[in-house]
């Protein structure tokens, strides 16, 4: 009997990952996606694909990560999401490692800060840490506790504050 192995590759996000990421990012977050206050910012501007990854299963896109340019506050950083892993590839470290790649590459870049809204329980593990409350003014409302961030320069946290837009 033949049986198939799973064969996870990790990319760098090019134009022919658009259709599988667009489904992906349906299938999680439904149609009220738009709505979100970090999609107001992923709106003004577009991503980096240098800093966005996909993960394949035998070739098909599975999983998706991407990265944004912002100013938040007085920081130079980048904005992480969507992110998100078909339900059938769930629980396998996939999420984890897509933010890992993608919090290292920003680092490389010279990002001051990786941000992101999302649940604290998932993403304090892998090395971000609360925005003070209420500190960033997003396009949009947002849950002040979910707010969170990679420093990676000094003084990130005092820099923190005021609005977050795209940046150039
Ligand atoms: C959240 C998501 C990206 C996680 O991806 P994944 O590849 O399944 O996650 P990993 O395998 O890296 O990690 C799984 C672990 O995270 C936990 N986890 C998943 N979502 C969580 C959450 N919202 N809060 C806390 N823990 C969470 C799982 O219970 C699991 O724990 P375990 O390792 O103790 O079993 C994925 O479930 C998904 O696409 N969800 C829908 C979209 C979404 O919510 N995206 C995040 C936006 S902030």
Redo the contacts with the bound molecule.
């Keep these: 009997m033949f049986m198939k192995k799973h064969d996870l590759v990790y990319l760098t996000e090019d134009a022919s990952h658009d259709a599988a990421i667009e489904i992906?990012n349906e299938e999680?977050?439904g149609p009220g996606r738009f709505a979100r206050a970090a999609a107001r910012i992923r709106e003004q501007g577009p991503h980096d694909l240098s800093l966005s990854f996909v993960c394949t299963d035998d070739g098909e896109t599975i999983?998706s990560v991407r990265m944004t340019p912002v100013l938040a506050g007085s920081i130079k950083g980048h904005l992480l999401?969507?992110?998100?892993?078909?339900?059938s590839?769930?629980?396998?470290?996939?999420?984890?490692?897509?933010?890992r790649i993608a919090v290292e590459a920003a680092r490389r870049k010279g990002s001051e800060c990786v941000i992101?809204?999302?649940?604290?329980?998932?993403?304090q593990p892998l090395g971000f840490e609360k925005v003070a409350y209420g500190a960033l003014t997003f396009p949009g409302p947002v849950d002040p506790n979910?707010v969170l961030v990679v420093p990676m320069a000094d003084n990130v946290h005092a820099g923190l504050k005021g609005d977050i837009h795209w940046r150039e």
């Design positions: 992906i999680a977050f999983a999401g969507p992110l998100a892993v078909r339900p590839h769930k629980n396998r470290g996939i999420g984890r490692e897509l933010v992101l809204v999302g649940d604290p329980p998932y993403y979910r």
